[in-house]
Each structure stands twice: as C-alpha cells, then as structure tokens.
Antibody, heavy 128, light 105 residues
C-alpha cells in the first residue's frame, strides 16, 4: 500500500529556507506513470499547488512562487524533497506531499492528473 | 493560469438531502477535473477524477458531472460522515489549480 510521510522543521525563520522531505513506501518512486508533488494549504490561499517532479528529475513549478522553489528526488532513498527560499509569514501553512497521476488517451500521455494519495501533512510556521 | 471558482462557499445539509456543488473553470478544461473531500485535521482525499469517475472505495452516493467549463459534484442521501470541505482541481494545464472549497455543514 502506497504511503507518503512528510518530515522537516516545524518552524523556519523569515528569509531562511524551508526544507521538507517526503518518504515514499509501498511503491517504487522510480515509477514512469506518475509524478511526485508538493501542495500547501493556508487559510488565506486555500490549497495551492507548489510543484512536481518526475523520477528522472524533470520538474514543473508554480510560477507564483517566483523562482523560490526547488524540488529534487533521491530514488536510492525513496524520497523527494522541497526547498522554498526567502520565506515570509505568507509561507506559513500545512505542506503536503502526494503522488500525482497522469492522464492517458489512447495510450498516449494527455495531461497531468489527480493527487492520490496524500501524506498526512506537515505544519510549517514562519516566525522569528 | 486557469482559475477555478466553486459555489456555494458553504451550505447546510440534513441527513438524506441531495446537495450539488458547482465548479467553474475560467477556460475549457475538457474532462480534466477532480474532486476531493477534506475533513478537519486530515489531508484531502480523492473522490472523483476525470470529472465523473468514482475513485475505488468511494460511496456511490457521490457523483460528478460536466465538461468544458462547468462541473458538478452531487451527494445524494447525505450522511453525517459527509460533513467536510470539498475542493475541485483542474489538471488540463500543466499549472495545476484548485477551487476555493465548499464547506458542507
């Protein structure tokens, strides 16, 4: 059974870098039929897609985060990671990792898909 | 970017009611719309993908419909365990986005 678990500091100081890791168990992270993604949630912004990574290292990021995001994957450790630099109070929230499925039409990739399953979430507070 | 607008933002339901939540996309997203249920303190849970396909294990009282820019999530015969917030999410664009949520109380 596929499970994901976030880990990392719960408090980050303003202007510093937020770092989280997602550990994947129950399925190979080197899967060709999905991406691995980060999503965050705050009362102000609701659910916000941060970015996703393929096992080869190919990434897509939300441009609203203005180049502050880096997502990486370590297939040997069955983990993928998030770094968000120059954080402010607006980056406070719950950070989720998730598997991102792919849509296929007639056997060919057609679009990204749905997030399932999700990790339990990691609360990160930006505060001095 | 594709904007997703949900309505209503909240609704009140009684056991046995039929409720419908609407999600509108700012441009044509074909069938590429997913629905999630989130209970307090928990991660979102996938209910429906590709607008109308029920995720395995999800009760059949949940159903999804629509295409293009207008989509619906219907809960027929609402049960107490359906009290939650529901979100739509588009995956037509590589820049993924969610609706603002509908709280079912």
């Amino acid at each position: 059974q596929l499970q994901l678990q976030e880990s990392g500091p719960g408090v980050v100081k303003p202007s510093e870098t937020l770092s989280l890791t997602c550990s994947v168990s129950g399925v190979s992270i080197a899967s060709s039929i999905c991406y691995w993604a980060w999503v965050r949630q705050s009362p102000e912004k609701g659910l916000e897609w941060i970015g996703n990574i393929y096992y080869t290292g190919s990434t897509h990021y939300n441009p609203s985060l203005k180049g502050r995001v880096t997502i990486s994957v370590d297939t040997s450790k069955h983990q993928f990671s998030l770094k968000l630099s120059s954080v402010t109070a607006a980056d406070t929230g719950i950070y989720y990792c998730a598997r991102l499925s792919l849509n296929y039409d007639a056997g060919s990739f057609s679009s990204l898909g749905w997030f399932d399953p999700w990790g339990q979430g990691a609360l990160v507070t930006v505060s001095s | 970017d594709i904007q997703m607008t949900q309505s209503p933002s909240s609704l009140s339901a009684s056991v046995g009611d039929r409720v419908t939540i609407t999600c509108q996309a700012s441009q044509d997203i074909r069938k590429y719309l997913n629905w999630y249920q989130q209970k307090p303190g928990k991660a979102p849970k996938l209910l429906i993908y590709d607008a109308s396909k029920l995720e395995t294990g999800v009760p059949s009282r949940f159903s999804g419909g629509g295409s293009g820019t207008e989509f619906t999530l219907t809960i027929s015969n609402v049960q107490p365990e359906d009290i939650a917030t529901y979100y739509c999410q588009q995956c037509h664009s590589m820049l993924l986005s969610f609706g603002g949520g509908t709280k079912v109380e």
